[in-house]
């Protein structure tokens, strides 16, 4: 893990992609070929100005916990199945 001259750890900041700049003409084509670069490099990423209300972003992260708190067992039956789109993997 990289540190910091200080012998604290520094871990790389999440790319951010702002939703915004992807529907304004003036900076589509440079904020997708940066969404492009972002999806390979990293494989994920913070999107910003969504327009998703901030008490269903914290209501999802709750369920998302309640989720991972149930046993293995129990969270394998949602597991996704072959040929299917939706599921837990």
Not at 21 to 44: A, N, P, Q, Y
């Amino acid at each position: 893990m990289p540190t910091d001259g200080d012998g604290t750890s520094s871990l790389p900041t999440m790319p951010v992609v702002d939703l915004n700049s992807l529907i304004v003409r003036e900076t589509k084509d440079s904020e997708l070929e940066r969404l492009h670069g972002v999806c390979k490099e990293w494989g994920m990423f913070q999107l910003v100005n969504h327009g998703v209300s901030i008490s269903l972003v914290e209501k999802l992260k709750s369920e998302v916990k309640n989720f991972y708190k149930i046993p293995l067992e129990e969270r394998m039956s949602y597991k996704i199945r072959p040929a299917e789109f939706e599921g837990y993997g």
